[in-house]
């Protein structure tokens, strides 16, 4: 990855333009073509407003939620794209764990809907005032969200599924299929056999 | 009480024949399709293989009588159509393929090729899929658009003839030369509307997998499938020696059949493998477009000639 | 004639053999990833329709139920109801490792780990995933069992249908299907 | 009482016209479509979970079946944000092979798409073409990474191996193999008027909303509006190589045929270029022992252009040997459900499964 660390006046203007609004935000520039700024939960949505409607961050392009559970909350990442400047922001916010909610920004970009659903589900955040269908990947699943760092998948999967033994006996595999098919082992092979 | 036996004896030589031949023709048509995707293709038996073993599947579903009478309804049409059709010409090498021809039947033929179609279309409504019931919709709707063409053709040749029959349509070509030339507009247009009448593409939308699930047979599996391909080989086979004793005075012998016969059936199927499929309305448009026009120019000229 | 007659038999058997063998007709359902490895299997390069294969579009119509990768316990449900939609004969096929024995998938949480314990399955093809020669290995082998009379998974599951819907419900909780009754 | 016409129609999972494993349920009213919901999920399986149990390197084998067509960009994607959080240099041959890699699997997965834009519409001789002619650009992945559809070829650090003797040769002549094809596929599907009838009109995008609703790719090309990862935001070494992006001002199905089939083609020349200019020297900055390797703390958003549109990967590292989160955005996620579901109402039956492809619809990314 060639990063050039030169010339960042872009990014940095972005940095100065989001400060100058917002004076408790936090920002840096990553690298060229990404700006990072850290947002409380409450400013959360005047800040993607803001730069959808004021600085140009027309698309929005992904929206990630992070489980710090030793921190004991959710690190939501809203991920804006200027298609003018070509530069990504990333809007990071932290929101607490317990009965964790968040504003719905379903009015502001129509496709953040679907992002909502799946972390609704995946991590139990709730949107308030947000309508949409309940059911996104999973169905009718009654454990926890399983996308949260304290669902364990493979006890669930020890629970939920039959899992198929290994082979206990531990023998070489062409024994077997040579079983099978009644064929003559070659000389050859046989002394890779772990049946001596 | 000879004669009779002669008769009923012809009618089960010709629908052997007719499904034999159908069928082979459905396995070539798969094989040539294969071949101009740069394919092998099945072997030219592969359709009396599926046949056969459609028949022996178990047909475990009932959704009503209607389902059962439906393909046998389908069955029965494309059997009578093929009665109405002489098979060989008169003097040729198997005589007793000349079966119930009878003077005045085109235009009874006509109305006995939509009734098999119709049939399926009863059957099909008790099933309840509503894939099937949205195909057997753009499959009557796409009848109406070839039929116009199919009929406007069929009248003017009537007309140029002054015959409704088609052994008199045979004898008249006999002495005139083939209708494919002497009504070169009515072929035109009878070609037009068969690129329609045979299903393939562009105007397979009734039977579209990609968007209804294979359409009126969707659920129709085992013994009902069978005799869906069964009297669809049937049916392919009449209506193309029909089209043939039309246009092409007949044919006496049963190498010249096969011959004329692919020859006229390639047209509709070489069209389909190159082309995507229409739409329903842009089907229609265009069945009611060229084809009409075509059709109508038949009829003037077969009034002023 | 003689229906039990030996010789009769086996010349009918043969004869079913041979057209079930060959016109073998596929369901349409891609369920998972091994469904790419389907349309190089179909077309110009190794074209299956040279051996009497084909794909239909409706569960009616079909006779091989390829279950391609991996079932997530959503699809589960829908295989189930396509696989009883089936005729019978009919045969299921399943190939990549993750129908086995969960493959790289062994500790998904949303994943079924042994098919055959959900469905009767006639032919495994491994791989991750199986290459369209694989596949058709894999169905000429189905082929051989047709023949011979051996690939009778739907009997197998008529048979002994509690234990496969006991093993179905644990897994799909919510069970709103129409009763098997052929 | 209002009589309720609508019909509900189940498009799916079921069904040949779907693309891939999921269902688009509609509201049917004769032909015309009055509302559709999408249902996704049959194809779940918890990869992201999965990932936070695996280390960094045994990700890798998750990554690329996220996306069967094309899977090559999962991989650089992941690779690539590996590489920006550790901050591990990459070889500058190793940066050209991908490049390669890159636009190999790009022709592979249009000519796919082919397959699919033209099958929807019922010109299955296209698809037949077109899937035994990408067999040849699996062939030569086969040669290059032992792997037909998932290659495992791009790692953090470079590629898992040098280029073959006489691969360049092979790959030039099926480039020139291809090249000669297209001339028969414009005769088939691109000039056909019948297609051409179908395509036109059919699918429109707002250009003015495109960017808003989060349309990308092609069909955001198609729209009008000059947007290319490979341009906006470089990254490998297309900022050393010369090509131009498809565009459109239709914004219908036809638009996005007609950029597909220009990219193609410049994806063609793009390989030419590439093969000339490929420098000699390392191809790999090996890593340490991979149960061993620790990546430190840190966030990386990377996104690359796929032949479907743009995939932006989210990894996050805490600073152990597994990942904390990889988070994947594939373009169906959201073509597939918050657009289509807008541009199927009022649209024709028929033309589904024809948008759907158009749009470069892949469950298998929206559910991972």
């Known amino acids: 990855m060639t990063t050039e660390n030169n010339n960042l006046e872009r990014e940095e203007a972005v940095v100065v333009a989001l400060k100058a609004t917002f004076p408790d935000l936090t920002a840096r520039v990553k690298r060229i073509r990404r700006v990072e700024a850290s947002v409380s939960k409450a400013l959360t949505p005047s800040v993607l407003v803001h730069a959808k409607n004021v600085l140009g961050y027309k698309a929005l392009s992904h929206i990630s939620c992070v489980d710090w559970i030793e921190d004991e909350h959710f690190e939501l990442v809203y991920i804006l794209w200027n298609p003018d400047e070509k530069i990504q922001l990333l809007i990071k916010t932290l929101i607490s764990r317990e009965n964790a909610t968040m504003e719905n920004i379903d009015t502001i970009w129509r496709q953040a809907n679907t992002y909502q659903r799946e972390m609704r589900e995946m991590f139990g955040i709730e949107f308030p005032g947000f309508v949409g269908a309940k059911e996104f990947l999973l169905e009718d699943w009654d454990d926890m969200p399983p996308m949260r760092r304290d669902f364990d998948t493979k006890e669930f999967v020890k629970e939920a599924f039959f899992l198929r033994p290994g082979r206990e006996d531990a023998k070489d595999v062409r024994d077997t299929i040579a079983k099978r098919s009644k064929e003559e082992i070659p000389e050859f092979a046989k002394k890779y056999s772990r049946e001596k | ?305 | 004639m003689d229906t039990n007659d030996k010789g009769v038999r086996k010349i009918v058997d043969m004869i079913t053999g041979f057209a079930r063998s060959n016109s073998l007709f596929m369901l349409a359902y891609g369920t998972g990833c091994g469904d790419i490895e389907i349309p190089p299997a179909m077309t110009s390069r190794y074209d299956w329709e040279r051996f009497g294969y084909r794909k239909m579009a409706t569960p009616r119509q079909a006779d091989v139920l390829l279950i391609s990768g991996y079932l997530a316990t959503k699809t589960l449900k829908r295989v189930i109801r396509s696989y009883e939609q089936m005729q019978e004969p009919k045969y299921v096929v399943a190939f990549g490792s993750c129908t086995i024995n969960g493959g790289m998938y062994w500790d998904s949480y949303n994943t079924i780990k042994m098919l055959d314990h959900y469905i009767p399955v006639d032919v495994y093809i491994n791989g991750c995933m199986p290459r369209p020669e694989a596949v058709m290995s894999g169905l000429f082998d189905l082929q051989e069992q047709i023949k011979k009379g051996e690939a009778n998974g739907a009997q197998k599951y008529r048979e002994n249908l509690e234990w496969y819907r006991g093993n179905q419900k644990k897994v799909i909780k919510n069970w709103v299907m129409p009763e098997y009754n052929w | 009482m209002k009589r309720e016409k609508a019909t509900t129609l189940y498009l799916g999972p079921q069904h040949p016209g779907i693309t891939g494993n999921m269902m688009v349920k509609l509201k049917v009213e004769g032909d015309t479509i009055v509302n559709s919901t999408t249902h996704v999920g049959y194809l779940h399986r918890g990869f992201e979970k999965l990932m936070e149990r695996r280390n960094w390197l045994q990700s890798f084998t998750i990554v690329c079946r996220i996306c069967v067509p094309e899977p090559d960009p999962n991989e650089e994607n992941y690779a690539r944000a590996v590489e920006e959080i550790e901050g591990r240099e990459v070889p500058e041959r190793a940066q050209w092979i991908r490049t390669l890699v890159l636009e190999l699997a790009r022709i592979g997965t249009y000519l796919l798409w082919f397959a699919g834009q033209s099958g929807s519409a019922g010109l299955y001789t296209m698809g037949q073409w077109s899937i035994g002619d990408r067999d040849y650009v699996l062939d030569l992945f086969e040669e290059l990474t032992g792997g037909r559809v998932y290659h495992m070829y791009i790692w953090p650090g470079g590629v898992r191996r040098d280029l073959p003797e006489g691969f360049e040769a092979k790959v030039l002549q099926t480039m020139d193999y291809l090249e000669k094809r297209l001339i028969q596929y414009d005769k088939l599907m691109f000039d056909n008027t019948i297609f051409q009838k179908r395509a036109m009109g059919v699918g429109w995008i707002d250009p003015e909303k495109a960017i808003e609703w989060g349309v990308v790719g092609a069909p955001l090309r198609a729209a009008g509006i000059a947007s290319d990862v490979r341009k906006d935001d470089p990254y490998e070494v297309y900022d050393q190589l010369d090509f131009e992006m498809g565009h459109a001002t239709t914004s219908d199905v036809w638009g996005r045929a007609q950029v597909r089939r220009f990219e193609l083609e410049q994806s063609i020349n793009l390989v030419r270029q590439i093969i000339e200019k490929m420098p000699k020297g390392e191809y790999y900055n090996r890593i340490p022992n991979p149960m061993k390797w620790v990546v430190p703390a840190g966030d990386a958003y990377v996104k690359t252009e796929s032949a479907r549109g743009e995939f932006g990967y989210y990894v996050v590292s805490d600073g152990t040997n597994k990942p904390r989160r990889v988070h994947i955005k594939g373009p169906a996620y959201v073509h597939a459900m918050t657009l289509l579901e807008d541009m199927l109402k009022g649209a024709n039956v028929s033309d589904v499964s024809f948008i759907m492809n158009s749009l470069g619809t892949c469950p298998p990314e929206i559910e991972r």
């Open chain 2, 1 to 305: 009480m000879e004669d009779i036996l002669k008769l009923l004896g012809g009618a089960a030589a010709t629908m052997l024949l007719a499904f034999v031949v159908g069928a082979t023709y459905g396995g070539l048509v798969r094989k040539i399709i294969a071949r101009t995707q740069n394919r092998v293709g099945p072997p030219w038996y592969q359709n009396f293989v599926d046949i056969s073993k459609l028949y022996m599947k178990d047909t475990a579903v009932h959704h009503g009588v209607m389902q059962h009478i439906g393909p046998a309804f389908a069955i029965t049409a494309s059997v009578t159509v093929l009665m109405f059709v002489p098979v060989l010409r008169e003097g040729g090498w198997f005589p007793w393929f000349e079966n119930l021809n009878f003077k005045g039947d085109i235009i009874f033929l006509i109305y006995m090729m939509v009734f098999g179609s119709l049939g399926m279309a009863l059957g099909i409504g008790q099933t309840g899929n509503p894939n099937a019931s949205i195909g057997v919709s753009r499959g009557l709707s796409m009848m109406v658009g070839y039929e116009i063409p199919f009929v406007l053709s069929l009248v003017s040749v009537m007309v140029q003839t002054h015959t409704t029959s088609i052994t008199g349509l045979m004898e008249w070509q006999t002495q005139n030369g083939w209708l494919m030339f002497e009504a070169p507009f009515a072929f035109i247009t009878m070609l037009l509307a068969i690129l329609g009448m045979f299903h393939y593409a562009p105007f397979d939308i009734a039977h579209a997998p990609s968007e209804i699930a294979s359409g009126p047979p969707s659920e129709f599996g085992g013994k009902y499938l069978a005799m869906m391909m069964t009297s669809g080989s049937i049916f392919a086979f009449a209506k193309l020696v029909f089209l043939v004793d039309v246009f092409m005075n007949g044919a006496s012998n049963l190498v010249m059949l096969v011959v004329k016969t692919l020859l006229l059936y390639m047209v509709p199927v070489l069209y389909g493998a190159v082309s995507p499929r229409y739409r329903t309305e842009q089907a229609i448009r265009y069945l009611w477009g060229w084809p009409v026009f075509f059709g109508i120019i038949a009829l003037i000229y077969s009034i002023y000639i």
